[in-house]
């Protein structure tokens, strides 16, 4: 079975962090750029970061660029995402999901994307809850 799963959320205080997990299971992620995305309740989904096959590039919004540090592990087929000085509006369901590069991605400049299209992506997570209160 092709999925993505989604670990590493709770519940934490303003100004601390959490790291969370997104592990590939069916399939590997070497030609597989991964994005990161949240949805808060009543809320549309939004991108937070990407990242490139290789890693090569990495992309964040505007919202979490400085605090958020995403990074992969091919060997582990894991991709993680570092969340520092959290604040209460990164509450949010955090999803991963998985956009196909190509076998010969690396022939070409490294590249990320965070659209919301779900068909646009091979796989996604199901998701983890990140809370941030005190």
């Known amino acids: 079975q092709l999925q993505l799963v989604e670990s590493g959320g709770g519940l934490v205080q303003p100004g601390g962090s959490l790291r969370l997990s997104c592990v590939a299971s069916?399939?590997?992620?070497?030609?597989?750029?991964i994005g990161w995305f949240r949805q808060a309740p009543g809320k549309e989904r939004e991108g937070v970061s990407c990242i490139s096959s290789g890693g090569g590039m990495r992309n964040y919004s505007d919202s979490v660029k400085g605090r958020f540090t995403i990074s992969r592990d091919n060997a582990k087929n894991t991709v993680f995402l570092v969340m520092n000085s959290l604040k209460p509006e990164d509450t949010a369901v955090y999803y991963c999901?998985?956009?196909?590069?190509?076998?010969?991605?690396?022939?070409?400049?490294?590249?990320?994307?965070?659209?919301?299209?779900?068909?646009?992506?091979?796989?996604w997570g199901q998701g983890t809850q990140v809370t941030v209160s005190s």
């Open positions: 069916g399939f590997t992620l070497d030609n597989f750029a």
């Open positions: 999901a998985a956009d196909f590069q190509g076998q010969e991605w690396y022939k070409v400049p490294p590249m990320c994307r965070m659209i919301t299209i779900r068909h646009e992506y091979f796989a």
